[in-house]
C-alpha cells in the first residue's frame, strides 16, 4: 500500500501562533495526535496540497532540495513571524512534472532562492511533519477544478509507487470559509455562522462514516453555501490521492478560526 496516511488541515497560522488561545487550543491538540499518527505511519515522503499556494497557469511542483526562510503572513502579521526549513523530495516532484503530460496538465517546477512559501504549507510542516520527512508540494491552480485536482493526487501518489515510497498524503485548507471582518476579542472565537457549523459538522460526520458517494453529492452546496475553502478541492485532492475512497476518518479536532471552520481529520485508506 502506498498511500500510508493521509489528513486534511487547516492552514491558518492562528493555532500555531497563540495555541494558548482557548478557541484554538483544541486545533494545537489535535494536530499533535494528527503528527503521532503520521510519525506512526512511517512514510517516505509527505504530498502535500495547499489551498494558499496559489497558482493560474500550470501544475507547479517545488522541486528545490531544501527551502529555508522567514515568512511573514499577509494577514495575521502582528502575531509573530513564521521561520521555515523544509526539505523537498526532489527525484519525486521532478517525476510529477514529467508525469504531467500523462494527464493533460501543464507544469513547471518550482527551484529558487527565497521563493515565498504559503503560510499553510509552513504551519503543516511545523505541526504535522515534526520529523522533517521530505515533501513533495504542489500549488493550486486556480482553473483547476476538483476532478482535475483528483487527478494531480493520484498521479502523485502513481509516481511515488514507482520509486518504491510510502507516502503520507495531506491536504491544507480550511472548512467554511466566514471569518469576522471586524476585530474580535480572541478568546471568544466561534464559528461565525450557524448554518456554516451545521455544513462542517455533516461533511466532518459523513468523512467519519467514510460515505464518499454522500460527500461528493454534498461538496458543490458546502462550498457554495458555506464558502468552503477553494470549492473544498483539498478534500478532493485527498480522493484523488485515496484512489477514490477511504475506509472511514478520525476527526482529532474542529473549530473556528476567526470565524472559519477548521477540523483535524486523518482518513483512513481502504
Known sequence: MTVVSAFLVPGSPLPYLRPDNPPWRPIAEGYEAAAQRL???????????????IAVLDALWQTRGRVQGVHVDENWHDLGDLPFDLAVDTPLAM????????????????????????TGTIVMSALLNKQRTPLVITANNLYHDPAATERLAKL??????????????????????????????????????????????????????????????????????????MGFKHFFWLLG??????????????????????????LIPS
Open 241 to 266: 490521492g485515496l484512489g477514490g475512497g477511504f475506509a472511514g476518518a478520525k476527526l482529532h479536532a474542529y473549530g473556528p478560526v476567526y470565524g472559519s471552520g477548521a477540523a483535524i481529520v486523518e
Open 95 to 118: 517525476a510529477c512534472v514529467a508525469g504531467c503530460r500523462s494527464i493533460g496538465v501543464n507544469a513547471k517546477s518550482v527551484d529558487y532562492d527565497d521563493f515565498p512559501i504559503d
Open 39 to 53: 510519525k506512526a505511519s512511517d512514510p517516505d515522503v509527505v504530498i502535500a496540497y495547499s489551498t494558499q499556494w
Open 156 to 229: 502523485a501518489v502513481d509516481q511515488a509507487a514507482s520509486q518504491g515510497k510510502r507516502v503520507a498524503l495531506v491536504g491544507i485548507g480550511a472548512l467554511s470559509g466566514s471569518i469576522f471582518r471586524d476585530e474580535i476579542d480572541i478568546a471568544t472565537d466561534k464559528i461565525r455562522d450557524a448554518a456554516d457549523d451545521a455544513w462542517n459538522r455533516r461533511m466532518l460526520d459523513l468523512m467519519v462514516a467514510g460515505a464518499v458517494d454522500e460527500l461528493r453529492q454534498c461538496a458543490p452546496a458546502f462550498a457554495q453555501e458555506a464558502r468552503a475553502d
